[in-house]
């Protein structure tokens, strides 16, 4: 069975830095994307970062220059560094893998809380 499980989520000051790690297990062969999505209160879910399997990145606009996902070749961990937080990129923080089957598989979950 997949399991992708969040950790590193938190409260951090305006412009601090966090790195959330989303440990992926199971059987995972014919991973074809992994993405972060975030999630605040009363909006909707939205993508903030996608890894594909030829190695290319996609950021929303709004964390262009201070979000980069990445995934080492050491482990079968997808990161998301955030550096430079904001108030507004307070959100439960979500990891997601797809399948060359399209098949998806999402995390619980992890809080991000950016606040003086």
């Known amino acids: 069975q997949v399991q992708l499980v969040e950790s590193g989520g938190g409260l951090v000051q305006p412009g601090g830095s966090l790195r959330l790690s989303c440990a992926i297990s199971?059987?995972?062969?014919?991973?074809?994307?992994m993405s972060w999505y975030r999630q605040a209160p009363g909006k909707e879910r939205e993508l903030v970062a996608t890894?594909?399997?030829?190695?290319?990145?996609n950021y929303v606009d709004s964390v262009k220059g201070r979000f980069t996902i990445s995934r080492p070749t050491t482990k079968n961990t997808l990161y998301l560094q955030m550096n430079s937080l904001k108030p507004e990129d307070t959100a439960v923080y979500y990891c997601?893998?797809?399948?060359?089957?399209?098949?998806?598989?999402w995390g619980q979950g992890t809080q991000v809380t950016v606040s003086s």
């Open positions: 890894l594909s399997i030829t190695g290319t990145t």
């Open positions: 997601y893998i797809r399948t060359v089957e399209a098949r998806t598989y």
């Open positions: 199971g059987f995972t062969f014919n991973i074809d994307r």
